[in-house]
């Protein structure tokens, strides 16, 4: 008797080691996606996305263990100047139309610090996949004060060249690398 209780107490044991990742949907009301670029050497040029949907698979214990899912149509993009707006959704870039979407899906972490790590996933933008890598810190992971739930907070940067993704027009002149920081939430979804 006293050996099945101990082999039940290590099964349990083991199994709270090796816990599954836990899935957290994003905050859509506080996760934006911020870009910049150089234009003309004259000023930087800023656009936003935010209220954007995608998911973490989140595994406090072992970050290495989770993943991250988000996508966006093109033309919720933000730029203050309608003009703007209207020449980045022309042919001239994105082309875009209303299922035109911008999507990430990571395809490995690497852990480098007690809260950092290099996410490394596919990137999806007009069109064109190609793999970046996203230099990520952890927030904060702990209990909403409002919600009273499980909440995570994450922060990310990564550089990419925008002529990768065929919407190089005016480059150089327009700088052709795009500085992009990222600011999410995620709340533990509710059991289905």
Do not use: C
Request: no cysteine; charged share 20%.
């Amino acid at each position: 008797m006293k050996t099945a209780l101990l082999a039940a107490a290590f099964a349990t044991a083991a199994a709270a080691a090796y816990a599954a990742p836990e899935k957290y949907v994003l905050d859509s009301s506080h996760s934006q996606i911020v870009f910049h670029y150089n234009h003309l050497g004259f000023s930087t040029g800023y656009g936003m996305f935010s209220g954007f949907a995608g998911e973490i698979m989140f595994d406090q214990e072992d970050p290495a263990n989770s993943s991250v899912s988000v996508s966006m149509p093109v033309t919720s993009m933000l730029t203050g100047w309608e003009a703007r707006y209207e020449h980045f959704m022309s042919p001239d870039f994105f082309g875009a139309v209303e299922d035109k979407t911008v999507s990430f899906k990571s395809t490995g972490i690497e852990v480098t610090g007690e809260k950092e790590a290099l996410i490394t996933g596919d990137l999806t933008l007009n069109g064109v996949t190609k793999s970046v890598v996203l230099d990520a810190v952890l927030n904060q992971a702990g209990e909403h004060p409002m919600a009273n739930k499980p909440w995570a907070g994450f922060s990310a940067t990564t550089t990419l060249i925008r002529s990768d993704y065929n919407l190089g027009m005016f480059a150089p002149y327009v700088s052709d690398e795009v500085v992009v920081e990222i600011s999410v939430e995620a709340m533990k979804a509710d059991a289905e």
